[in-house]
């Protein structure tokens, strides 16, 4: 099984739809979680961290289930400029121990 | 500007040559990543540096030197490139240990091996 796992899509919405996506993890000593955005040939950016309280950024969520050991990006009210692939990231502890997920691709369609 | 920059931005050599990627930052920060990317993977760590002069290994090694003489600068070198090194190459820097957070990357060397 692999240490962190996502549906690699592509996911395609409409315009002002909601779409959620998942990853789950193999660790369960694992210590923190984000979620990274990556636009077509460029480079990753962090677009938020996962806390067990739940994080919200605007029209982003991001959720982590400890007991199911998956963390979760809800985004609403899609917009064009939010496609791109969202890269799930687990810290098991030292930077060997940073894994980030194949990624999962969000085109959002007019 | 301040930031994370990477050179060449692409780049296409021969199997069996010597290649150096170059990473350069301006903020300071202690801790320096290379990472490779590949279709059907996530980000693989090659090497990360918490220091100038203090290198380790990561996931993928294998085929790839690395130095940190200044803390600014973490260039990565193919000793003799292989066309399974094909690959996005990505620095990263950071200014805290053990934690995926705030890791800014650098906008990528595109390598290709023929």
């Known amino acids: 099984r692999k240490e962190v796992e996502q549906d690699p899509g592509p996911f395609n919405v409409p315009e002002g739809a909601t779409v959620a996506f998942n990853c789950t993890y193999s660790n369960s000593a694992s210590q923190s979680f984000f979620w990274y955005r990556q636009d077509c040939r460029k480079e990753p950016k962090l677009l938020m961290s996962?806390?067990?309280s739940g994080n919200e950024d605007g029209r982003f969520t991001a959720q982590l289930n400890r007991a199911s050991q998956y963390i979760s990006l809800l985004i609403r009210d899609s917009k064009l400029s939010d496609s791109a692939t969202y890269l799930c990231v687990v810290n098991s502890g030292g930077y060997q121990k940073v894994t980030f997920g194949i990624g999962t691709k969000l085109q959002v369609i007019p | 500007d301040a930031g994370i920059t990477q050179s060449p931005r692409y780049k296409i050599t021969e199997t069996g040559r010597q290649v150096t990627l170059m990473c350069h930052q301006t903020w300071s920060h202690s801790y320096m990543f290379w990472y490779r990317q590949d279709l059907g993977h996530g980000l693989r760590l090659i090497y990360y540096?918490?220091?100038?002069?203090i290198t380790d290994k990561g996931e993928v090694p294998d085929g790839y030197v690395v130095s940190r003489s200044k803390t600014e600068n973490f260039p990565l070198t193919l000793e003799s490139a292989t066309r399974s090194q094909t690959s996005v190459y990505f620095c990263?820097?950071?200014?805290?240990w053990g934690t995926g957070y705030g890791y800014t990357f650098g906008s990528g060397t595109r390598l290709t091996v023929v």
């Open positions: 996962v806390y067990s």
């Open positions: 990263a820097s950071s200014e805290s």
């Open positions: 540096s918490a220091a100038a002069d």
